[in-house]
């Protein structure tokens, strides 16, 4: 099993231009989650999916949308990015959110310029 | 909501000295944590959970439902266990503590 895959590994952007992060998975697993690592911050959940057609915003949502048409897919979309959204992206999926482990993928590190 | 918090952003010791990483849970009913790791560029691993029991790289994390903690411990700190550390409560695993990076000094 590959795990979680994320691509790609490292982004430029200038502001403004738009832009999906790819995550998938090959377990099963019907949770899946997009966070940012930032210095100081920690995680922060950004957007997550309980399921296929079932997304929900999380703590820092602004300026990012997903969607989840298969259970093996959850891209994260960048609408116009701002360099406030510099930052090391991570993917995770898990079985289920009760007393499961998370699974993460490799991160993509975004720099906006 | 539940929610954990680690106190200390940054944690330094050296080489052989015992570590402590703080988990407070501000929430009622039975905890069940667990702490993730993430070493240098790497992604996010489980470290251990609190409901096995395990030790894992000799560190241990013991509840404490009186102090509502759950801090994670070696006794004898490795230059390999440099990272950040994270934990999580498993019943919204979603919401992870600040983290807490850790450096040991040779």
């Known amino acids: 099993n590959a795990g979680v895959t994320q691509t790609p590994k490292f982004q430029v952007l200038k502001t403004g231009q738009s832009m999906t992060l790819q995550c998938a998975q090959d377990?099963?697993?019907?949770?899946m989650s997009w966070y940012r690592q930032d210095p100081g911050m920690g995680l922060r959940l950004i957007h997550y999916?309980?399921?296929?057609?079932?997304?929900d915003q999380g703590e820092v949502p602004n300026g990012y949308n997903v969607s989840r048409s298969t259970t093996e897919d959850f891209p994260l979309r960048l609408l116009s990015a701002a360099p406030s959204q510099t930052s090391v992206y991570f993917c995770?999926?898990?079985?289920?959110?009760?007393?499961?482990?998370?699974?993460f993928g490799p991160g993509t590190r975004l720099t906006v310029t | 909501a539940q929610r954990v918090t680690q106190p200390e952003k940054l944690l330094s010791v050296f080489k052989g000295a015992p570590v402590e990483l703080k988990c407070n849970y501000s929430y009622s009913g039975s905890p069940e944590l667990f702490w993730y790791v993430q070493y240098s560029r790497q992604r996010l691993q489980l470290l251990l959970r609190?409901?096995s029991r395990e030790s894992i790289k000799g560190f241990t994390a013991d509840l404490n439902k009186g102090e509502t903690s759950f801090h994670l411990k070696k006794p004898f700190a490795q230059e390999e266990d440099s990272a950040m550390y994270y934990c999580a409560p498993p019943s919204n695993q979603f919401y992870f503590g600040t983290g807490t990076s850790l450096t040991v000094i040779p």
């Open positions: 995770a999926s898990s079985y289920g959110i009760m007393s499961y482990e998370q699974y």
């Open positions: 609190h409901i």
């Open positions: 999916s309980v399921g296929a057609g079932i997304t």
């Open positions: 377990m099963n697993h019907e949770y």
